[in-house]
T-cell receptor
Framework: KNQVEQSPQSLIILEGKNCTLQCNYTVSPFSNLRWYKQDTGRGPVSLTIMTFSENTKSNGRYTATLDADTKQSSLHITASQLSDSASYICVVSDRGSTLGRLYFGRGTQLTVWP | EADIYQTPRYLVIGTGKKITLECSQTMGHDKMYWYQQDPGMELHLIHYSYGVNSTEKGDLSSESTVSRIRTEHFPLTLESARPSHTSQYLC???????????????FGPGTRLLVL
């Protein structure tokens, strides 16, 4: 069973609308959680990284939240644009940077329609 | 934009052929990784390296091999390609001179491999 579960699996929204993607994890111990954006045919690009002590982090129109107690994270996208169409991947690390293993979710495929 | 490159971007090859997927980075990163990703599925780590002459197998068993003779170069080789090797292969790197508690992995654009 994957230790990082994302929902929904896919999402279609209209341009200009907001949306929220969910990530639940069971990884323990916990070090940090990252959200990546992966455009079709490209490699993932980091959006945000949050450690245990951080509960929110923003990157432009992207805002990630983390509840380490419930082991949940969300990625909120504001005023969506066509270029937001991509797969959004939640990644959890179980230890520090040099030794930590990364656990990948399967991603949420977001499609933004004009 | 990350300075990590992969070639070829697409490869269609027949069963039994030997192939090498190239990955290079110009960021001075000491750590490099190879992931395998099937459509709609999570990334799986197949190989990683913490520096020159250091290579380790990842979580997903793979028939491929890697080498790290130079810091910037981390090629992956399949001695005899099979249809089951059809997938997308992503190379990544992290680290560098600035040490951080949390390191970001920078990914290349990937190689889409189709074995007929």
């Amino acid at each position: 069973k994957n230790q990082v579960e994302q929902s929904p699996q896919s999402l279609i929204i209209l341009e200009g609308k907001n949306c929220t993607l969910q990530c639940n994890y069971t990884v323990s111990p916990f070090s940090n959680l990252r959200w990546y954006k992966q455009d079709t045919g490209r490699g993932p690009v980091s959006l945000t990284i949050m450690t245990f002590s951080e509960n929110t982090k923003s990157n432009g129109r992207y805002t990630a939240t983390l509840d380490a107690d419930t082991k949940q994270s969300s990625l909120h996208i504001t005023a969506s644009q066509l270029s937001d169409s991509a797969s959004y991947i939640c990644v959890v690390s179980d230890r520090g940077s040099t030794l930590g293993r990364l656990y990948f979710g399967r991603g949420t495929q977001l499609t933004v329609w004009p | 934009e990350a300075d990590i490159y992969q070639t070829p971007r697409y490869l269609v090859i027949g069963t039994g052929k030997k192939i090498t997927l190239e990955c290079s980075q110009t960021m001075g990163h000491d750590k490099m990784y190879w992931y395998q990703q099937d459509p709609g599925m999570e990334l799986h780590l197949i190989h990683y390296s913490y520096g020159v002459n250091s290579t380790e197998k990842g979580d997903l068993s793979s028939e491929s091999t890697v080498s790290r003779i130079r810091t910037e170069h981390f090629p992956l080789t399949l001695e005899s390609a099979r249809p089951s090797h059809t997938s997308q292969y992503l190379c990544a790197s992290s680290g560098g001179q600035v040490r951080s508690i949390v390191e970001t992995q920078y990914f290349g654009p990937g190689t889409r491999l189709l074995v007929l």
